[in-house]
């Protein structure tokens, strides 16, 4: 959403906004809604970028502060719009052990996956602006990087509706990013630059037909537009969620995560430029891309093991906007 990322398949050092598509789109053909159903993780991000992207971000080393800054009670019904593959389900069930916790995307790739990775949940497909809840359903919504994708009226109208009396919603935003790459993974070699000559226009028409970030909203406007829509007692909180695989206080479990996640966005980009623009590459290009890719991140984690800090960082700002259903 307006700093949520996904990586730009021309370079892993590279990242554009993501969005749009989720939840603001009908169709009316059975098999066009199919594939669109399946649009975001097949040409935005993948199931694996996204599950293990956000398996770091809401990782238990940051448990405590989302605890603090979330205040939800544990044993509330916490709906989450935009799940995505379940990274985030997966945290809430750990530190909300007796919530009783659905999600629902309109990608039934992640439905599926998330269905597998958290089954004390319930998973739904289905729009963000068209939720299929009765009026007064849960104690909490909840959803992260998606509001900045989705027309924001509908989308904290239908969140106020399904909410009881007192009910909280929570809108997680990415407000920044700090993307610092290691300079084996910034070379892109002569093979990516003519892959990315070849995609580069039918790319951008695909983001701008996606709408990504069609709705991006400020740190001001977003509590300002919860409070139109009739949430009260909004407040804001910012979590810093930091990921340097050479700073000491990083374990070498979450080091070696933190490259495999690259590694996982590096090789999915690449695939979703076959699935954007396969009249411009070949299957046979992409791979030979993706082992270009594969043997940079290995690159990369041979200086950890050697003990050659890099310092790279991503580091992200992550706000948290809450509004309460009077």
Request: net charge negative.
């Amino acid at each position: 959403m307006a700093a949520s990322t996904f990586f730009c398949p021309k370079a892993t050092g590279c990242a554009l906004t993501r969005g749009g598509i989720r939840g603001i789109i009908c169709f009316h053909d059975d098999e066009e809604a199919k594939r669109m159903n399946r649009l975001w993780s097949t040409c935005v991000q993948g199931v694996g970028t996204l599950y293990q992207s956000r398996s770091l971000r809401f990782s238990d080393d940051f448990k405590e502060a989302y605890l603090r800054a979330l205040g939800i009670e544990d044993g509330a019904t916490v709906l989450e719009i935009g799940c995505g593959p379940g990274a985030l389900m997966q945290s809430l069930a750990r530190w909300y052990p007796r919530s009783a916790l659905r999600g629902i995307d309109r990608d039934e790739n992640f439905i599926r996956f998330a269905r597998e990775k958290v089954p004390s949940a319930q998973f739904d497909v289905g729009d963000a602006t068209r939720l299929p809840y009765e009026e007064g359903s849960f104690d909490v919504t909840l959803s992260h990087t998606v509001m900045e994708h989705v027309e924001p009226s509908g989308f904290l109208r239908e969140q106020h509706r399904v909410l009881r009396q007192g009910g909280a919603c929570l809108v997680l935003s990415v407000r920044r990013v700090i993307d610092v790459q290691a300079p084996v993974m910034e070379d892109a070699s002569p093979l990516e630059d003519a892959i990315w000559k070849k995609v580069e226009a039918r790319y951008k028409a695909f983001s701008r037909e996606a709408g990504v970030g069609a709705y991006p909203v400020d740190e001001r406007e977003l509590p300002l537009l919860m409070e139109r829509h009739g949430f009260s007692d909004v407040s804001t909180r910012y979590v810093a969620i930091s990921l340097t695989p050479d700073d000491p206080g990083c374990s070498r479990e979450t080091a070696c995560a933190i490259f495999e996640d690259r590694r996982q966005m590096a090789l999915e980009s690449a695939d979703a430029l076959l699935a954007i623009a396969p009249e411009a590459v070949t299957a046979e290009e992409i791979e030979a891309l993706k082992q270009e890719r594969s043997a940079r991140c290995d690159r990369r984690r041979a200086l950890y093991n050697r003990g050659e800090k890099q310092w790279d960082t991503y580091t992200v700002l992550m706000g948290i906007f809450r509004g309460v259903k009077a």
